[in-house]
């Protein structure tokens, strides 16, 4: 996920032929072709980049036995 920012509130950009806008100064996608687009933009920050992982499940602490007494 990418979020940009831009002083624009509005700012408008084309990315696979299509109308993209900023809201509220404000862009957030996973789309690369989106990403790469707004990149080259001089009126354009990231704020965030993160790489989008599969998180594994920690594992389970083995069952304790109950012990007889």
Do not use: C, W
């Not at 990418?2 to 993209?20: D, E, W």
């Not at 996973?30 to 990403?35: G, L, M, S, T």
């Not at 998180?55 to 389970?60: E, R």
């Amino acid at each position: 996920m990418a979020k940009f920012t831009s002083h624009y509130q509005a700012l408008g950009f084309y990315a696979n032929g299509q109308l993209k806008r900023f809201s509220n100064g404000q862009y957030v996608t996973e789309d690369k072709d989106e990403i790469v687009v707004l990149s080259g933009m001089a009126d354009v920050e990231v704020v965030v980049e993160e790489q989008k992982t599969e998180a594994k499940p920690a594992p389970k602490a083995p069952a304790r036995k109950a012990s007889a007494k």
